[in-house]
């Protein structure tokens, strides 16, 4: 069991696609990364990760599709000061036999009110038992501006010099995107944004999402992608400085995958 | 002085009522008539809604507001007291500008002149009366016109409908239709299809009455729902239906409606009753079955008579329908329940293939449903569930959502058994039936401002058994999105993707049958300008894919000009259109929507090679007599015959010409 577990990640280059954990408030907003502020854009598009006020950290925990054993455990903070933003994450999917690993590190600058510029640079390992293990840098850009109080445009690029593996014997790839989006502040309790991605060897995918604070304690959020055509939803619950987020992607041949954040803003 | 005014508002008017039909005829059936919108519509024209004395039910007759809409409007005025000036509506939560000004033609707040006393006089001198008489003829011979040996048409080759309707204020009002459908004979009386009416209403605890012909519809459309409904479109909050209750038939379809007595009793201040019987003679292709008697399959819902099989089959079949519908309202409430019995006269069998195993068997049905709707802040709860005795239970639970002045959302779940049995069921279904399928659609409506608006709805769905050429369980997904922007009244540009993705059995020759993706995209790109106040034009780009599996995608595409004469005061106005299409098959065709006399609207489908054209015309006699004609010609590259079977035409040309008179009195 354990190695079709092994075989059916390792073989099957679109996980790796969905691996990149965005957290559960950008996922259940369609897998949402690309202009939405939020402490989980470290992992999509690091400029987004600026204007917080104070620190904030928040791990996460999801449970993959096709097996009990295969998961995703992260972590994700951010520390703002003046200006900048710098931000840590760290990312491990697979099973024990077998596992990707990926620790980043990212630095946002915002000049003046609107515009922002991030980068991120990626340590990626992946260990299979039995087999060893290699490891990859790659690096991430993204920009961020802010438009007509409502409007915030963002695009980032991941992976731009198409770094692999060290180690030749190693098949996959480490992915490459071409993202830009949009969100829409429709008003102080609605987001909407869409993101259209490219990644290489894939097609373009469209993803809408939007996230709902009825009450100041919930929000929900919805949302849904179209190349594969996925529904998302999620819900996050805000006490005092704590954040509870919880996210689930729904795929018509794979089923669900549910996750579940906790966070804290100092 | 006033002869102009009244030119200039009638030419407004149509130019309104136009409008708004454009933009809802899309998600509508082939077969359905317009003519209870383009009624309805017109008659609030001549007589204002007055805001501050509607109901509900009235409110709901308006085709492009939302349930959430008409409620928070009552909601406002029940805190805020009567509505003081007519563009107070746009300080209704999820009223903007585009409802307001699309409304405004028909409403009012002077109390209308209520006609107290009914009396013959009264009646005569008060009344209106509507006369309306259509001619249509294809021109060219359809091979069912020749001398043929067996299956062929018996009738002549016009269609013709005669309709007169009578109004008196909104207390009364009759009608009567007649129909000859092309190919159908003159047998015995002189029209194929009559229908009629007598309908009071208002008689103090008689909400309504109707003899005669009538439709009804309940709730969600799952358990009782006579006629059709909207399908899928950009305006997402058309997901939740709005139901009319009992409403008097005068269209011109012959199979969708009800035929004998009803009635809506106000039973006390909150609950309505709306009891109801009817019987039919529908047609059916009848066999012998296993004990001798006559048994069929389907009944047959195209009201033709013009072969002899098709006039073997008229009447065959007797269908009664009894039950009652008792409904609550309270405030942001309402709860109805709705049972009843259809009877036929023979019994129903399954077909052969195994995709009909568990249609309905038998002779009589009942069927029972409850629905509900809940106005909670800005949320507009909605469902339904039905079941079939002795068979299936379907159920559709909703909410339709204002996230913000700008944004409103829309979420349906839907759960429909393979065996869920139920013949006047129209509710919200990716499929032609609402039985077998499971899904859940999400949509978005964002109106940011006046100029724009954005549309977008994801449904997922699965049928859980088997359908036609699909020999397994299948799913598949729709996607729309639709963006619109109007910088002032005079242009608009619209653009819009759709794509659908669904399975069906492979083309291929295999030793096993499996199922294929179908895919099919379309894009439409549209503009219209209006060149000054007698000149409007439309150009329209569409554009259309459909892959099976891993086989060259077909594509087709349409490309039309629409040009419309309109002057304010001219006893002449007009619309032409030319459009140049070129589909690489049946599967990439387009359809889009055609204008066409008063009452009537086209759906083109636009397949193959080739060019369109048609000419509106209207000529306005004297005030109360008005005449149209219509001409439209299909010219088809590469072809020697047009269309199949008794519809075939030698050649490469259809025209079609279409006279319309009416007398309002």
Redesign the interface.
Known sequence: MKIWNVLLISLSPVYLFAQNNLGPRLTAMGNNGAAVTDVWAIQSNPSAICDFDAPVVSISYIKHLFSDEVSTQALAAIVPFKNNSVGAGFQRYGLPEYQENKISFAYAKKFGKKLSFGLNVNYHQLKIENYGSSTGFSVDVGALYQFLNHFAVGAFVSNPFKQKFSSVEVLTDLPVSYNIGVSFSASDKLIIATTVSKFINHVIDVSLGIDYKIIDLLSLRGGLSVKPFKQYAGFGLNYRKFLLDMATTYDANLGYAPQVSIGYAF | MMGFITKAQIAEQEVNVRDILESVAENLPDDYDMTELIEVLNRYWKHPVNLNKTTPDELKTFIFISPLQISNFFTYIKENGNLVDVLELQSIDGFNAQVVQSLLPFVTLNPATEYQKITFKNMRIHGENDLVMRFTQTLQTQKGFTDLAGNRYLGSPERFQLRYRYHYGTIASAAITLDKDAGEKFIGKPFDFISGHIALSKLNRIRKLVIGDYSLQFGQGLTMWSGFSFGKGPDVTSVAKKDLGLRPYSSANEYAFLRGVSATVNLSKNIDITPFVSYRNLDASQDRGLDGTLVQSTINQTGYHRTPAEIENRNSLSQLVYGANAQYNKNELVIGLTTYNTKYSNNFVTQKPVYDRFSFTGRSLTNAGVYYNYTYKNIYFFGEAGKSLNAGLAYLNGAL?S?????S?A?TYRSYPKNYHNFFNQAFVEATEAINEKG?Y?G?N?I?DKHWSFS?Y?D?FQFPWLKFRVDAPS?G?E?LSQAVYTPNKTFKVLARFK?E?KQQNTDLELPINFLDDVKKTGYRLEVNWQLNKKWTFQNRLEAAQYQKGDINPELGYLLSQDVDYSPMFSKITGNLRLAYFNTSGYNSRIYAYEDDVLYSFAFGMYSGKGFRTYLNLKYNLFKKLNIWARYGLFIYKDVESIGSYLDEIQGNKKSEIKVQLRYQF
């Open positions: 959502i996230l913000s002045s700008m944004v959302a979420i859940l999400t978005l964002i940011p977008f994801g997922y799913k997904y996607v794509m993705n």
